[in-house]
């Protein structure tokens, strides 16, 4: 790795390091295709993970999201971005081994302390080389192809995602059909390709040229910059709405995949092409939510598409009644369908509108005391999540409607909560609190619902005539802290006239 940088880089040394971010950007997606989401939720419960431990595992990675901000003063101090990410990433990829190792090297006592620690530092070293990456890529991807590039960098990433994903679901059913008492070890091969992935991600990351950074000088202080965003009423009322938002949708949303696995006993396979089509929906409908944004609000968006998810939140509740019924997999279908149309809406808007909020000249640093509170409730909900699961493993709460007559008696269920549906149920009536919260924010421009919705049905209908485990939720609270260098705690000082032109 060429660890120098360079005041200014040559049209070729961009177009080479673009193509290798394509392919970085390719690698790192199929690492993280076949080593976390539903891949490594269903190894956990294999190994025998509880429902406290699964919620462990989702809080791990927004949590060390915030292992950014301290991440500033590393690059600042060092100055060579691409060997700060090389390095982390190196790092964090590492400790993949010892998912490999698991199934094969530790006692069972031990499996789930290893894949707790070894989720924590992987995320810890991600979130080091994510806030050195971000500042170095601002920088290296000229600025008039910054659209284009990511948004076509992004759908290859997707387009390669969903057949990897189906291909290792379907192979993790074979190998468990053909090794039952080796199911774990088909694991191993799943994330020793990720592994595999990992190595080629970091060296063509470390191919890619990086500019010198621009110099900079003392700025504000942190506790400032955190407490700035809370002396503004309006943006206050919005992270009340968003905090409580993130922390309703994460107190159920970690939980689907085991519910699936566990309760409903679906092969791993079908969750994961569940999963896959979510994900899909949203892709598709990413461009209908922003067509709407555009023409009337964000907030209007957001009351649109946020009771539309809790609505599939609560329906989860029906997938059961008490036990799988003939409508369970239609329903499934339904509530990943509408899962993923929704959250293209919240996660698009909820972005949006914190840009649109914050006062003039200040949206890096509202949208960075937006992020650090978002991922605070994404972090601890899933934590208090599984902890209520288990609470709730011994209670149920059921209705009924009876019906008697001469010669027959019909008996009707109506309500059945048991374990994981007292939690779908609690998050249902916390995102309508927040939803509560959201009437107090104050945007620009707004129109009203029904309005929205009567246009909305006909673009709707387009994508859906084409297409005839929900995706997009950890962008809720994703940051770009790296750039808090330049607009918190650092002045960047004005730079020398240069006549030529931009990259």
Not at 3 to 27: C, F
Not at 378 to 394: Q, R
Not at 427 to 435: M, T, V
Request: charged share 15%; aromatic share 12%; with cysteine.
């Amino acid at each position: 790795m060429r660890s120098k940088t360079k005041e200014k880089l040559t049209v070729d040394e961009v177009r080479i390091g673009l193509r290798y971010l394509i392919k970085d950007g390719l690698a790192a997606q199929i690492m993280l295709t076949l080593t976390s989401g539903v891949f490594l939720v269903a190894f956990a419960l294999n190994l025998g993970a509880s429902n406290f431990v699964i919620g462990l595992l989702a809080a791990i990675p927004p949590l060390t999201q915030l292992i950014q901000i301290p991440s500033i003063y590393l690059v600042e101090r060092i100055r060579e971005r691409r060997k700060i990410s090389v390095i982390s990433y190196s790092l964090s990829r590492f400790f993949l081994i010892f998912l490999i190792l698991i199934p094969l090297v530790f006692s069972h006592r031990m499996t789930l302390y290893t894949i707790v620690i070894t989720i924590l530092f992987n995320s810890v070293f991600n979130a080091v080389g994510g806030c050195s990456l971000n500042s170095w890529i601002h920088d290296f991807v000229p600025r008039r192809r910054l659209g284009t590039f990511f948004s076509k960098r992004l759908s290859l990433s997707w387009g390669i995602s969903i057949p990897i994903g189906l291909a290792a679901g379907f192979f993790l059913d074979q190998w468990k059909q053909a090794y039952p008492d080796h199911a774990l070890e088909g694991y191993s091969i799943l994330f020793s390709g990720g592994l595999l992935m990992a190595v080629l991600s970091v060296y063509y990351l470390s191919r890619i040229p990086e500019p010198r950074m621009s110099d900079v000088e003392s700025g504000r202080s942190l506790r400032d910059i955190i407490l700035q965003p809370f002396r503004y009423p309006n943006f206050r009322h919005l992270i009340l709405f968003l905090g409580s938002w993130n922390f309703a949708v994460n107190l159920a949303a970690p939980f689907f995949t085991v519910y699936m696995l566990k309760r409903l006993q679906l092969s791993l396979s079908i969750v994961v092409a569940l999963t896959l089509f979510s994900q899909l929906i949203s892709a598709a409908f990413f461009r209908v939510w922003g067509r709407f944004a555009d023409r009337y609000s964000q907030k209007t968006i957001l009351r649109i598409s946020g009771p539309l998810f809790l609505i599939c939140i609560l329906a989860w509740t029906f997938t059961t009644m008490p036990e799988k019924h003939l409508f369970t997999v239609p329903l499934l279908i339904g509530i990943h369908l509408f899962s993923g149309i929704s959250t293209a809406g919240v996660t698009l808007a909820s972005g949006n509108i914190g840009l649109k909020t914050a006062p003039k000249g200040q949206a890096t640093s509202y949208l960075a005391g937006l992020s650090i509170v978002n991922s605070l409730a994404a972090g601890f909900a899933p934590i208090l999540g599984g902890k209520l699961i288990d609470f709730f493993s011994s209670r149920e709460l059921s209705m009924s409607l009876q019906w008697s007559g001469p010669s027959e008696k019909w008996i009707i269920p109506t309500l059945n909560l048991r374990q994981w549906d007292f939690l779908f149920f609690m998050a249902f009536f916390l995102g309508l609190y927040s939803l509560h919260r959201l009437a107090v924010v104050k945007e620009e421009g707004e129109v009203k619902e029904k309005i929205a919705i009567r246009e909305m049905i006909w673009e709707i209908a387009r994508p859906m005539r084409v297409l005839s485990s929900v995706g997009g939720l950890r962008q809720l609270i994703q940051f770009p802290f790296s750039i808090l260098r330049q607009s918190l705690f650092f002045k960047i000082k004005p730079k020398r006239e240069n006549n030529g032109k931009d990259e």
